[in-house]
């Protein structure tokens, strides 16, 4: 069965640690996703990969970057966490083709304080 | 800016009664629009999507409706059940980009018994 692991599932840090949010997939996906979930905003895109060491930008970088280093792994990071970054994050993978199906990890509810 | 409008954000339903989550969009270069369901303490995982060349498109008690020329779509959930109590998402892609999703708000379903 697929399967997106996410390292922690509830995580509390300080204003201005720096956040590494671990990702990994076992399905060979060439695709993955990190998005923010916040209550009446739905999922939000903050960036992607399509291939190992590529990344692009989604619709809320800001404060964010990744890192792709192996297939499998997807690394989201928060270089100095604010207080309006106090969300539940979702990674997901997705293989490449015509009717791409997102699979999602169980989220890591981060809270910054 | 909300690309994908859903609504209503929250919905309550007699066991047996019929669910109805609807979404709107403006980008015509959307091609592809599924919907997900997320139970509590798990990511989303795909329930049912649609393409814009059928008007409907239905998997047992799910049924996605789609209107092109009033860039609508939504969901029905017939006989509904308090195992369908969850959160569902509606989204879009664009051909051109990929696995990348945009997700709607978000309609939390309560199925009372």
């Known amino acids: 069965d697929v399967k997106v692991t996410q390292s922690s599932r509830y995580l509390v840090k300080r204003t201005g640690e720096k956040v590494f949010l671990e990702c990994v997939q076992d399905?060979?996906?060439?695709?993955m996703f990190w998005y923010r979930q916040d209550p009446g905003l739905g999922l939000r895109l903050i960036y992607f990969?399509?291939?190992?060491?590529?990344?692009e930008k989604g619709d809320i970088p800001e404060g964010y970057s990744v890192s792709r280093e192996k297939k499998e792994r997807f690394s989201l990071i928060l270089e100095s966490a604010s207080t309006n970054q106090t969300s539940m994050y979702l990674c997901a993978s997705a293989t490449t083709g015509t009717n791409e199906k997102l699979f999602f990890g169980s989220g890591t509810q981060l809270s910054v304080l | 800016q909300q690309q994908v409008k859903q609504s209503p954000q929250s919905l309550i339903v007699q066991k047996g009664g019929i669910s109805i989550i609807n979404c709107a969009y403006e980008n015509t270069a959307f091609d592809y629009f599924p919907w997900y369901q997320q139970f509590p303490g798990k990511g989303p995982a795909l329930l049912i999507a649609i393409r814009p060349d059928v008007s409907e498109k239905k998997e047992g008690r799910f049924t996605i409706s789609f209107n092109k020329s009033a860039k609508q779509f939504s969901l029905h959930i017939m006989d509904s059940q308090p195992g369908d109590s969850a959160t569902y998402f509606c989204?879009?892609?664009?051909?051109?980009?990929?696995?990348?999703?945009?997700f709607g708000e978000g309609t939390q379903l309560t199925v009372n018994p």
């Open positions: 990969s399509y291939d190992v060491k590529m990344k």
């Open positions: 989204a879009a892609r664009k051909k051109t980009s990929g696995s990348r999703l945009t």
């Open positions: 399905m060979d996906h060439e695709n």
